[in-house]
């Protein structure tokens, strides 16, 4: 069975801004996503996943290298000084390549 190499982007980030992170995240050319509820802590102190105002979300994506550097490189420029958020991209192996 022969895989095919895509990016698997990874973003873990605030609740709040799930609507605007996806329709950015559609408009860099992504063709689908899944997101999860997401808990923990970090720099930014202990987050958790059942209550609105602290509420995290967990968004992948599985795509191409042009699209998951797109992608970074809103995110970053959007985001990172004002939002808690965390984004990280490792290589994967897909089937249906066509379809990420």
């Given at each position: 069975m022969e895989?095919?190499?895509?990016k698997l982007l990874t973003i873990v980030t605030e609740a709040a801004l799930e609507d605007t992170?996806?329709?950015d995240i559609e408009a860099l050319g992504a063709h689908g996503y899944t997101i999860t509820d997401a808990r923990g802590k970090g720099g930014r102190g202990k987050r958790d996943a059942s209550?609105?105002?602290?509420?995290?979300?967990?968004?992948?994506?599985?795509?191409d290298a042009k699209t998951a550097d797109a992608i970074c490189t809103a995110m970053h420029t959007?985001?990172?000084?004002?939002?808690?958020?965390?984004?990280?991209v490792v290589q994967v192996g897909v089937l249906r390549p066509e379809k990420f």
């Amino acid at each position: 069975m022969e895989m095919t190499a895509r990016k698997l982007l990874t973003i873990v980030t605030e609740a709040a801004l799930e609507d605007t992170l996806v329709r950015d995240i559609e408009a860099l050319g992504a063709h689908g996503y899944t997101i999860t509820d997401a808990r923990g802590k970090g720099g930014r102190g202990k987050r958790d996943a059942s209550w609105g105002p602290h509420a995290n979300i967990r968004i992948e994506v599985l795509c191409d290298a042009k699209t998951a550097d797109a992608i970074c490189t809103a995110m970053h420029t959007r985001y990172y000084d004002d939002y808690s958020m965390v984004l990280y991209v490792v290589q994967v192996g897909v089937l249906r390549p066509e379809k990420f």
